[in-house]
């Protein structure tokens, strides 16, 4: 018997080609699914973390008023902030995978040098790498092509503080003694008198002026109030009211000192009611209650605002007396009499459960037509014993200072004013 003698024909050499073609296709249109899946699912979670982390570096950002603290408040901020962001296919966990953390965040200065110095911290830096992304076909693609496939992303914030287009300054003017910028004849730590018998106010003094040009006075105790009026810019001309009748509530507010049935809960504190009048602060001018150091002669409780806001010290220091806060302050127990309590002190009370930035505020400055000219940062001293009592505020500078700690809400872009965070990188 002859040998079977197989014959290949072009048909069959056409199905083996057929099979080969398609797995190569095959190969492709796994990488192209890949592609589609895995490198959209890496995207999604690199925009997600860039979000974070741009949240990270403006909440950073913010704090960095040149004070001692910053740096501290700066961490904690910026890594709070970045963390309520959810990553990974919005995980509020970010899929297992490690959070931020404060080694995360990092600082420049002016000259855009790394620093820890809190006083020299001009922009923050947040940085973070998300490992071990979850794919599904790169690993395979891997595996055949034999090539390394992306499992982690990164990206990077940076975040400054530069002056608002607008301002949310409270219902007060100051005229400077010159029209020099950027103090204006003032010195930071000064004493400046808001003369509450007084129609406006005179070179160097403070006054009583509505922000939305009006001339009613019920409308400057809404403007004192929570959240007031946002919005003011340099050029605006502001109204001059009348005689005040209740503007000594909504201020008295601020340091936690309340009439009827008003209370922390409803109308928030600061997070220090302590005040400072020349009776328990007697040191000469500038007098620098935000940071300086008690003179001789000052009350036994007497310490700077920082230091009463870190402890959370209410009107009577340690105390809920309204009358003794009072005898701190004034030196006689009857100055509040219309008022009827005060917020509690401590870590958990009032002022720290409710509390948050109302005595460090905007003013704008004025020319003598009453236009906003630039924006000043001052401290609320002391409470208004009267609707149209004199009241003392302190000059912390020019509101655009690096240095300035106060802040406000807005865009950034002004040529004046507060200062905002704003990412540059």
């Known amino acids: ?30 990488g192209f699914a890949a592609i589609a899946m895995d490198l959209g699912r890496l995207f999604i979670v690199r925009t997600e973390l860039q979000t974070a982390l741009d949240s990270c570096a403006l909440a950073a950002a913010q704090e960095l008023d040149g004070q001692s603290t910053s740096i501290t408040r700066a961490l904690n901020a910026g890594v709070t902030a970045g963390n309520l962001n959810n990553v990974n296919l919005q995980s509020s966990t970010w899929d297992g995978q490690s959070k931020l953390a404060a080694g995360d ?9 790394a620093t820890t110095d809190p006083l020299a911290a001009r922009y923050a830096q947040c940085q973070h790498t998300q490992p071990s992304v979850k794919t599904w076909l790169l690993p395979a693609l891997a595996v055949v092509g034999g090539f390394a496939t992306p499992n982690s992303v990164s990206g990077t914030a940076v975040a400054t503080r530069a002056s608002a287009q607008s301002a949310c300054p409270v219902p007060v003017g100051l005229r400077g003694r010159n029209s020099t910028p950027p103090d204006y004849g003032f010195t930071v730590g000064e004493w400046v008198t808001i003369y509450g018998k007084n129609i406006g ?12 040009g009006s001339t009613n006075a019920s409308e400057t105790t809404a403007e004192l109030g929570t959240p007031g009026v946002c919005g003011v810019k340099v050029g605006d001309v502001l109204g001059t009211p009348g005689a005040q009748n209740s503007v000594d509530t909504a201020w008295n507010q601020r340091f936690g000192i309340y009439k009827n049935s008003d209370s922390a809960a409803l109308s928030h504190p600061d997070l220090t009611g302590y005040a400072y009048t020349a009776y328990n602060w007697k040191n000469t001018v500038p007098q620098n209650a935000y940071s300086g150091t008690a003179a001789a002669g000052s009350a036994t409780s007497a310490e700077n605002f920082l230091a009463k806001r870190a402890s959370f010290a209410s009107f009577d220091n340690t105390g809920t007396s309204l009358t003794d806060g009072s005898n701190i302050v004034y030196g006689v127990t009857n100055k509040l009499n219309s008022f009827k309590s005060i917020a509690t002190p401590g870590s958990t009370g009032d002022h720290a459960k409710y509390g948050f930035s109302r005595r460090l505020v905007i003013v704008p400055v004025l020319t003598s037509s009453s236009a906003v000219a630039d924006f000043a940062c001052m401290l609320m001293l002391a409470p208004m014993t009267g609707p149209s009592d004199d009241v003392q505020m302190e000059y912390r500078g020019n509101a655009s200072a690096t240095s300035s700690p106060c802040t406000t809400n807005g865009i950034a872009g002004g040529s004046a004013g507060p200062l905002v965070p704003v990412l540059v990188r």
Do not use: H, Q, V
């Open 105 to 113: 965040i990092s600082f420049k200065s002016a000259s855009y040098t």
């Open 201 to 212: 106010a005179g070179p160097g003094e403070l006054g009583w002026y509505n922000l939305d």
């Open 1 to 30: 018997m002859s040998p079977i003698t197989r014959i290949s024909t072009p048909a069959a050499r056409e199905r083996g080609a057929i099979i080969l073609t398609f797995a190569m296709m095959l190969l492709f249109l796994l």
